[in-house]
């Protein structure tokens, strides 16, 4: 079984997943055949979706480029260019020559502000350790090292629990062209005693933070027990408005590339308030959780949280967070919308993926205004397990809640056939979530679990969901479970596979659509409630 510790390249993880899913099931030819599938998907009446989106300032969901087998935002290009003008309007300096040490004691804050002044520099710093409280970056600034583990920045023992170790100089103003590169970030939590909370309030306390940035890139840097997030794109502020409002002075076109941490307080990396951001080949591990209370840790890999809008994340990994991949939003803001995953890697995530809109789930709850727009390909969930983060949360592959027009497309779930799912689902549709599609889905050895597909009912249950393509194998006692009141459900091209199982397909007062369903080794293939 695929391990991946804190030190996992993960520039490996576009060869990881085509040893997986094949390589005829590519990047390009994966979101080709998703992009169809979501223009098919049972959209809310457009007229209300235009409404929507010109009242919470969400802008049009973005267009996706294909280059060979590869696939890029429509912005890149732009991004690209930029990148170009700040390495060639900037001047080169070196950090030493303005009295930096790097030797692991000496206090180099004062070094790194002669170097950078007002900007429109690119720094160099060499390898070694260099203690700062905080390195902040305004505009037309370039920060480059010699690699992580070689050139590293660490706060001051002396530092603030609100510090971070790089951020952008103005949160309010904003700054733009900012690039961070090559080095580790050490956000030093020695410096705290080992039993308080790590982090100081909204968007501080994190390795890097850009707040309100324009042309912003992070590229192969390393975050090393931040106590908040690893690197956070954000606004200048989290706001917490309602439902359908997202913050001002947002920060948008950045890309953040070849990433990793561990350690850190809540997540890996996270997107607030900001739109057209590129996650790629980036891995996050084993976080501490300490910027929660004990046992209720929310601390994820990635992130897509608050008022974010055109995230696209790319052959990605996590491994020992609760939640490998979370969208989602606080019940008082805009969920994230329109966000694309492809390729990603889970191993032992409590909730390899996760979808939701908190505090509008259940019947008594408002109808989430927000939560829309979600396609994903080529994932991978690899043994979920329990957690000391979350303590009573249970380990599942796939959840998504609240969210409508979500298309999940090539997804391989793989169970550790000794490990004790106590008797929970795998794949879980639930709260009111609508219009979903699981397609080209592969599930296998969950031996204890209740079902490996799960349909929740009921009055705020789920509906309106295609499973097309599915082939389960000597997997969960029951292959598909589908609670009551569903009104619309299509299962096409069905196959479930085990030994001694128990249903292959559960429906319990709810009607389906059914064409292809071949069932093996099961005691009933099909058992149905009241109607069928």
Not at 81 to 86: A, G, M, V
Request: charged share 20%.
């Amino acid at each position: 079984m695929l391990h991946l510790e804190k030190n996992h390249t993960p520039t490996k993880n576009s060869a990881l997943l085509d040893e997986l899913f094949t390589a005829e099931i590519n990047m390009a030819r994966a979101q080709k055949e998703t992009e169809a599938l979501f223009e098919t998907t049972s959209l809310p009446d457009l007229h209300s979706m235009k409404s929507l989106f010109a009242a919470t300032d969400v802008p049009p969901r973005d267009v996706v480029h294909y280059n060979g087998t590869h696939i890029l935002p429509s912005w890149k290009q732009t991004l690209d260019q930029e990148y170009d003008n700040l390495c060639c309007k900037t001047k080169q300096v070196n950090v030493r020559d303005y009295g930096a040490v790097g030797d692991g004691k000496t206090d180099d804050t004062l070094a790194f502000q002669r170097a950078i002044g007002r900007g429109n520099v690119s720094v160099y710093v060499p390898q070694g350790v260099y203690i700062t409280k905080g390195v902040r970056l305004p505009s037309w600034t370039r920060l480059y090292g010699d690699g992580k583990g070689k050139t590293i920045l660490k706060l001051h023992d002396f530092a603030p629990k609100s510090a971070w170790v790089i951020a952008n100089r103005s949160f309010f103003r904003g700054n733009d062209h900012l690039a961070v590169e090559h080095m580790s970030l050490d956000w030093n939590v020695e410096r705290l005693s080992a039993t308080e909370k790590t982090a100081a309030g909204n968007n501080r306390s994190s390795a890097l933070t850009y707040a309100h940035v324009t042309y912003g890139w992070v590229t192969g840097v390393e975050a090393i027990n931040p106590g908040l997030h690893c690197f956070d794109v954000s606004s200048h502020r989290y706001t917490y408005w309602g439902d359908g409002t997202r913050a001002r002075r947002r920060s948008r076109y950045v890309w953040l590339d070849q990433l990793t941490g561990y350690g850190f307080g809540d997540d890996g990396a996270t997107t607030h308030h900001s739109e057209y951001v590129l996650i790629s080949n980036c891995h996050f591990s084993d976080p501490s959780g300490r910027a929660h209370d004990t046992g209720f840790s929310n601390s994820n890999g990635f992130e897509i949280d608050d008022g974010s809008s055109n995230v696209m994340l790319l052959n990605n990994s996590s491994a020992r967070c609760f939640g490998g991949v979370e969208i989602k939003a606080h019940h008082h803001c805009a969920a994230a919308s329109h966000t694309i995953i492809n390729g990603h890697i889970s191993v032992h995530d409590n909730r390899s993926f996760n979808f939701r809109h908190i505090g509008h789930h259940i019947e008594s709850d408002p109808e989430s205004l927000s939560a829309y727009n979600i396609t994903a390909s080529r994932l991978v969930a690899i043994a979920p397990i329990r957690t000391p983060l979350y303590k009573d949360s249970t380990q599942r592959a796939l959840v998504v809640s609240a969210y409508r027009n979500v298309v999940i497309n090539h997804m391989i779930a793989i169970g550790d056939a000794h490990y004790d799912y106590k008797e929970q689902p795998v794949l879980a549709l639930q709260y009111r979530s609508r219009h979903i599609k699981l397609h080209n889905i592969t599930i296998r050895q969950f031996t204890s679990a209740s079902a490996d597909i799960q349909l929740f009912g009921g009055s705020h249950g789920t509906d309106d969901v295609e499973l097309c393509n599915v082939t389960i194998t000597d997997s969960a006692p029951i292959a598909i479970q589908v609670g009551p009141n569903i009104t619309k459900l299509a299962l096409h091209h069905v196959t479930a596979t085990r030994k001694q199982g128990n249903k292959a397909l559960l429906l319990d007062g709810s009607k389906a659509n059914i064409h292809h369903f071949k069932a093996d080794g099961y005691r009933l293939p099909v058992s149905t409630g009241k109607t069928h």
